[in-house]
């Protein structure tokens, strides 16, 4: 959002992190709050008038990713449950004492994949963490060489949260069928940015999170293909089927739903008009000497630019874009407060010196042209005055 007031411009690129909640969106939550608060689990009306919200939020999450009413949509916090969920599902399901005690991830997941993976492992499960290529994503050869006869799970994301990265879910997906072996997809950086179709992808398991596209923090989903089993992570009531035990957040159910109805018939603004502003950004940033962008446009998300600029530590640059009013960001929001190397930068082997100069923005359908300008011209002025100041260039 671009606040041209008396104190300070306010530019937020930093979607992937999280995003403004849609107006649409907080209004059609707000009776929920002091108005129809029941519990949907008790039986009096104020528990029974919240069931026709609840029940169009879900026929909006089940059209939203094409599933089919026989499928499980599983209503929860966030995505991080709904990943650890489905990997230590499995565990305690296909692995625990099995004859398969395999999975096989990437090496660019979301800490909530990747560190429930490496704590499965001091429970015996073995992990292959596959890299990325150089164009920052693992292709479908590569999962299917690394699946073996023990292998009880794929869990691959469908777009990287820093790079904006598109991985070929489709064909990875279908690798995992002809294996017979399980497929996740943590879908939290797809969801209203591409078409999400779990009917045309054949996905075991799929994550989203609400706040991500523009719906309310704490509010999540998982996808389970009608058919698998999947133990739930907390036990408790009969809430979700007896599979997510806890009292709904009814606000945040009939928010994520509409969000996720907003997303989707948004996506054709998304892929023509944000792809054209964050083409404008990129062209505007790579006008600088020396820097580069991770990943081919058509690669990638159509919102993301991740950036390095060379002899420019990120944390510097993200501290002057911050003093003029411009949210970005150096990687995950989950890693902020990390001075570890970019995992991602790693990953394609750009090199030790280009290792903390990563930079992300992200827009959304609320980013305006003005805003782009304005960013391209303070992070213009922001990488001279560093260049000046720096020892390394």
């Known amino acids: 959002m671009f606040y041209n007031d008396a104190k300070m411009t306010r530019i937020y690129l930093d979607n992937n992190a999280t995003t403004i909640v849609d107006p649409l969106v907080r209004q059609a939550m707000e009776p929920f709050f002091c108005e129809q608060y029941g519990n949907p689990n008790s039986l009096h009306q104020f528990g029974t008038e919240v069931h026709p919200a609840l029940r169009t939020s879900m026929n909006r999450l089940y059209a939203g990713i094409n599933a089919s009413d026989k499928d499980d949509v599983i209503v929860n916090g966030c995505a991080t449950e709904g990943n650890n969920t489905v990997l230590k599902g499995v565990w305690f399901d296909q692995i625990r004492g099995g004859t398969k005690d395999h999975i096989v991830t990437t090496s660019v997941e979301h800490p909530c994949v990747g560190n429930t993976a490496r704590f499965l492992q001091t429970l015996g499960a073995k992990v292959t963490f596959l890299p990325v290529n150089h164009d920052g994503r693992v292709e479908a050869d ?16 469908w777009a990287n949260n820093e790079t904006g990265i598109l991985f070929p879910v489709r064909e990875i997906a279908e690798v995992c069928r002809d294996a017979g072996v399980l497929f996740h997809t943590d879908a939290v950086q797809a ?29 999540g989903g998982l996808f389970v293909r009608r058919g698998l089993r999947l133990p739930p992570l907390l036990h408790g009531g009969e809430q979700m089927g ?4 806890g009292t709904v957040n009814v606000a945040n159910f009939v928010g994520m739903g509409l969000a996720m109805e907003l997303a989707v018939s948004n996506l054709p603004y998304e892929d023509k008009e944000v792809r054209r502003l964050r083409d404008r950004l990129e062209d505007g940033l790579l006008s600088l000497k020396d820097t580069m962008v991770v990943g081919r446009r058509e690669l990638r998300a159509p919102n993301t630019v991740f950036l390095s600029v060379r ?14 009013g411009i949210a970005a960001s150096t990687g995950s929001a989950c890693a902020s407060e990390s001075l570890e190397a970019s995992p991602i930068i790693s990953a394609i082997g750009a090199g030790p010196e280009l290792s903390h100069t990563g930079i992300r923005l992200s827009l959304s359908r609320f980013t305006t042209q003005d805003e782009v300008d304005e960013t391209v011209r303070v992070f213009r002025k922001a990488v001279e005055r560093l260049r000046a100041i720096s020892s390394a260039y």
């Open 311 to 324: 002899g420019v530590e990120g944390e510097a640059l993200l501290w002057d874009l911050n003093k003029a």
């Open 142 to 157: 590569a999962v299917r060489d690394a699946i073996t006869p023990r292998t009880a799970l794929v869990s691959v994301m």
């Open 242 to 245: 007896n599979k997510r035990a």
């Open 191 to 219: 969801i209203g940015k591409v078409k999400v179709d779990v009917a045309e992808v054949p996905v075991d398991f799929l994550t989203f999170s609400a706040h991500k596209f523009h719906g309310p923090k704490g509010a």
